[in-house]
């Protein structure tokens, strides 16, 4: 039986390359005035606003457990729920498709990974990410 | 296939069309033998079944049909309209009801075979005959046409991005009259000015399109008030006093959610089997920037002993907590979950959690419920909540890389103190020889983030709690742009929501009284 292949983008933070579904996709933005909030989770950078909205910035660093806390140039925006996301990212990628999902059992969250000309893409799920931030 | 293509239009008119014949069939049921009723009914069922033959709902199609035959027949005088086929109009609007709702969710029509076997059986049944005993044929109607006013429904989602697109445009106008003043150029400002104002007046209009009168979404009260007396065996009269007020949709939507709660806990609990003339008065009040909600019914109220002993029983408090409780104070336990559980299982209620579900959607929404009762003197529920904000002007100030603010409709004023003052640890300042509750923000930010010298205090407009809010520095007066919560700050009560300034700067409303 074929397995119907799903689409989505890829990106890289720091060293590893990471995926998210097309679905919930945005686009590829830079930020700045970032408005920090007093006493959210640590995952969230702040809140920034574009084209009329309000974009609640997630601490990619952090949410993914990351040792180097590099800055980011660009964010990848995203929706669910009716609210815009926005995960920094070191550098977009391009859109990618796979039928196939794997799960690497040695990782306590975002274990599910593609793979794409024998690399690794780890997927992001947004309602994971939420999950993370106590949403 | 014309169906998918146009579905959403056709649920939203069927929806607003099958309020339009609750609200005709509550006056049908008072005057049933009105011609124009009967008239404006017919055409209604007309208009319906022609929408559900043009999305192929074929089901549907022979319902409506099945019902525009009887009231053809109540209109040339050969079916007398009784209570009976009253009962059967509200049936099939039910069946109606049902039916946009299946159609919505999946995409199918329920069956409605029933239905319309049972309005056949209608026509069966009361068909007078004329002299050669044979049925008399139904005349055809030439009813003409009603004036129509020129309509689209609009989901509420198309109407947020065209606010968002113009809440930018507004900003960027704001940042740019900003710019123009500093450079004094006046020709360029006029022109700003005038940018700045018709941005504005589209920006209102654009904000009353959301505005719904509260008479629109209250009209399908009395049908449900109706249905659940009619199951409960009770008789009950709602009567709506709207002052002709309107809302937000979104609000409208939640408040009505809360009041058809409370209107299925007035008949259930409060109007009696015995009472005659059972009634329920539903008033609603503007007072300053707060709206005020009245349900009152006048049943047999709140039996103070009779809670306090079910909160007993299902333990909710403890016999001894229960000795020690203020007659408020118990009166407030109908609003724990669990309170009522057990108590008169009914389809209406009778599961302990209605009043609970209340008071935390009221809560949602930023606004304190209290009941007022006593045993056979009736019962009321008094709701207050905010108006939402939209552009208003506010006191701006920074505290490291935060950014808050509060509406200055919520300032008496703004006070330089005479030195700069450490209120680190202090409750209380004195000022012009009165004694103010200080507003820390410390509930909210980190001590090192806390500037402990204060050069003003804020004199919040509450004359009751006498709050005054210490800044420090970076204050400034801004126009700002309310925006849709997100869900991050949704989890603090220490905020009412955000905003936009005439910078492009985002910043946070402080909720002074939560604060406090």
Known sequence: ?135 | MISEKYKDLYISTSREQSKKLSDLLLYLEKKPNNENLIENIFRLIHSMKGAAATMAYKQTVNMFHAMESVIDAAYNHVLEIDKKTIDLFFLTLKAIEENINSIDKVNKEINLKKQIELLNNVLKGQLKTNKNGTAIKREKHVLGNLPTVAEISISTDKLDKLQNYLDDLLINVMQARAMVEKSNQTDLLSNCIISDKILGDIRRDLERMRIVPLKQIFSSLPYLVREVARQENKSVELIIEDNDLSLDKAILDELVEILIQLLKNAVAHGITINQKKGRINLQTILNNDKMRVVVEDNGQGIDIDGILALAVKNKIVSASVSKKMTISEIRDLIFVPGISKGQNLSTTSGRGVGLSLVKSKVEELDGQIQVISDKDKGTKFIIDFPLPLSVFRALVFKIRDYHFAVPLSYIDQIVKLEKIKDFFGAKTIRHNKKTFNLVSLAKILAKQDLNELYKYLVIINDKKKNLALPIASNISESELVMKKTPSILKKSKYFKGIAISSKGQLVLILDINNLA
């Open chain 1, 1 to 135: 039986m074929n397995k119907i292949a799903t689409k989505y983008i890829s990106f890289f933070i720091v060293d590893t390359y990471y995926a998210m579904p097309l679905s919930f996709i945005g686009a590829f933005i830079k930020y700045d005035n970032l408005l920090p909030v007093p006493k959210a989770s640590d995952i969230v950078k702040g809140l920034t606003y574009q084209n009329g909205k309000i974009i609640t910035v997630v601490d990619s660093a952090k949410l993914l457990g990351l040792l180097s806390h590099n800055n980011f140039d660009i964010c990848l925006s995203f929706f669910i729920n009716e609210e815009t996301f926005a995960l920094p990212v070191t550098e977009g990628g391009e859109t990618v498709k796979s039928s196939q999902v794997f799960t690497d059992r040695k990782k306590n969250k975002f274990k599910k990974y593609i793979k794409i000309n024998k690399n690794k893409f780890y997927i992001l799920f947004p309602e994971d990410i939420l999950k993370e931030i106590s949403l």
